[in-house]
């Protein structure tokens, strides 16, 4: 039976970051702030392999069934800036579910700089703990008044990654949206697979945003990516914008570019509507 999704009620303590993590401070004046009226936004705990998942969940109120989106973080865990974008969808009708997936490797929101981010805590998290943590938040998902046969997925930068190892996991996904997600970069034990060594797994159709100013990943794999999914017959499509840095849709950041944010944002809503997740 479903369990009651209660704004005012927190289901555990939790470990998210309050706010934003220190290593995006300060935060631009350009940052959105979404409020919580008409929804029920609560943390809580989600049980998976090694211990409970600390994650964000924001949802209109009323009893649903209610499509689910899961959010999938940048590497700065579920700070201030994720939890607002789930608001955001959840204004839009979905139970949109954010995961901190790092919560094993350490404690993301106290570092100070992006470079011990990477060393010390995401390079140490494995691609398969974060499909099983996936499976598990949409296990959790059905149990908040969430409609897991309307299943979405989005994700930003290192979650933009993900989108498109998950859309190629899990097979109930209707529609993914991966932003600014590396497309081909060094392989290891723990990650083992790029994006473009899996099109021909896709079992759902992804919206790929990139930005054409993109320091750390070159147009020409966006390129090889688009005819890889070409050549394979896929519905999945590519949006390059032009002159647009990394990180785009992050509003409380310098690189956020408004024009951009705001059609990717419709974009993403549009194709996930198209391909029954919404």
């Known amino acids: ?6 704004p005012g009620r927190r289901d555990a303590v939790t470990a998210l970051a309050a ?11 350009e940052t959105i702030t979404t409020d919580t009226a008409g929804l029920a936004a609560a943390e809580f ?16 109120l009323g009893r649903g069934p209610f499509p689910v989106a899961l959010v999938v973080q940048e590497i700065f865990g579920v700070h201030e800036h994720i939890r607002d974008l789930c608001r ?19 404690d993301v929101a106290g570092m100070e700089n992006i470079q011990e981010i990477i060393a010390k805590v995401i390079s140490k998290v494995p691609d398969r703990q974060v499909m099983d943590d996936l ?20 994700g930003f930068c290192w979650g933009g990654r993900i989108v498109w190892l998950y859309a190629a996991h899990n097979p109930r996904v209707k529609a993914g949206a991966a932003w600014y997600g590396r497309l081909r970069s060094q392989t290891d034990d723990l990650h083992p697979t790029n994006p473009i060594d899996i099109v021909e797994a896709l079992s759902s159709p992804v919206l790929g945003l990139y930005g054409g100013a993109d320091g750390g990943i070159p147009n020409d794999t966006v390129e090889a990516m688009r005819a890889a999914l070409s050549a394979a017959g896929k519905e999945s499509e590519i949006v390059l914008y032009p002159d647009t840095p990394h990180g785009f849709l992050a509003d409380y950041r310098p690189s956020y570019r408004k024009d951009q944010a705001d059609d990717g944002w419709k974009r993403m809503l549009d194709w996930f509507r198209k391909h029954g997740a919404g």
């Open 45 to 60: 705990t989600i049980a998976v392999a090694g211990g409970a998942m600390p994650a964000y969940r924001a949802a209109p």
């Open 1 to 6: 039976m479903p369990i009651p999704f209660n």
């Open 19 to 29: 706010g934003f993590a220190l290593a995006v401070r300060p935060v631009t004046a």
């Open 135 to 154: 499976d598990a938040t949409v296990a959790a998902a059905a149990e908040h008044f969430g409609d897991t046969n309307r299943l979405a997925i989005t």
């Open 88 to 106: 955001r969808l959840a204004k839009e009708g979905w139970l949109a579910i954010a995961p901190e997936l790092s919560f094993r490797e350490g």
